[in-house]
């Protein structure tokens, strides 16, 4: 089992609507959980980060956090073709050390 | 604030050269990681430097090696390059310590190419 799962996509949504992205992990003591957005043939960029059980919101974006189920989701209302990219979810393990797993990201296409 | 730079941001070396990668994190972040991005294996963690210690290890061969500055500052090595070592080679900097201390933020990459 991977240690961070998610669907590679390619998601597809329709400008305006709700694009929700998902990750599983496996590390049941992880206490740390990130978004990044990486467009083509650039660097993952940090868009939410999440610490508690429950949802956080930036702007257009929502990142949820079931740590009982192992789950971590970002929701991006009003979806713009800006938006189009890939989506990685990342999971700090380990006690103190800054390692970050990254799941292999999904692929994000919203539609005009 | 200035971002994470990296140099140089393409390099093309051929089998069995070295290289050595360098990385200057945001001002006040003491904390760099290394990770290696293909399109097969996604984004791997390479290893993590704190205040000029190495903090953890990803599973990576010996080739791979690093070194932190007094001033934060990191380079990375790989000798004997293989064909495989083909990637994006990625650096991102943390705070390290307080709040929001484990969010990283990458710099621009170095595209490495062996041939």
């Known amino acids: 089992q991977k240690e961070v799962e998610q669907n590679s996509g390619p998601l597809s949504v329709p400008e305006g609507a709700i694009a929700s992205l998902n990750c599983t992990y496996s590390?049941?003591?992880?206490?740390?959980f990130f978004w990044y957005r990486q467009y083509s043939g650039k660097s993952p960029e940090l868009i939410m980060s999440?610490?508690?059980?429950g949802d956080k919101e930036d702007g257009r974006f929502t990142a949820q956090l079931n740590k009982a189920s192992q789950y971590v989701s970002l929701l991006i209302r009003d979806s713009q073709p800006s938006d189009s990219a890939t989506y990685l979810c990342?999971?700090?393990?380990?006690?103190?050390?800054?390692?970050?797993?990254f799941g292999q990201g999904t692929r994000l296409t919203i539609n005009p | 604030k200035a971002g994470v730079t990296q140099t140089p941001r393409y390099l093309i070396k051929t089998r069995g050269q070295q290289v050595t990668l360098s990385c200057s994190p945001i001002?006040?972040?003491?904390?760099v990681s290394w990770y290696q991005q293909t399109p097969g294996q996604g984004l791997q963690f390479l290893f993590e430097?704190?205040?000029?210690?190495?903090?953890n290890k990803g599973n990576f061969p010996g080739r791979f090696s690093g070194r932190q500055f007094s001033n934060s500052r990191s380079e990375m090595n790989v000798s004997t390059l293989e064909l495989g070592d083909s990637a994006l080679y990625l650096c991102?900097?943390?705070?390290?310590?307080?709040?929001?201390?484990?969010?990283?933020?990458f710099g621009p990459g170095t595209r490495l190419t062996v041939t």
């Open positions: 991102a900097s943390t705070k390290g310590a307080g709040v929001s201390s484990y969010e990283q933020y």
């Open positions: 001002s006040g972040h003491r904390s």
């Open positions: 430097y704190f205040s000029e210690t190495q903090r």
């Open positions: 990342a999971v700090k393990t380990g006690q103190g050390a800054q390692k970050l797993v």
């Open positions: 999440i610490y508690s059980n």
């Open positions: 590390d049941r003591g992880s206490q740390s």
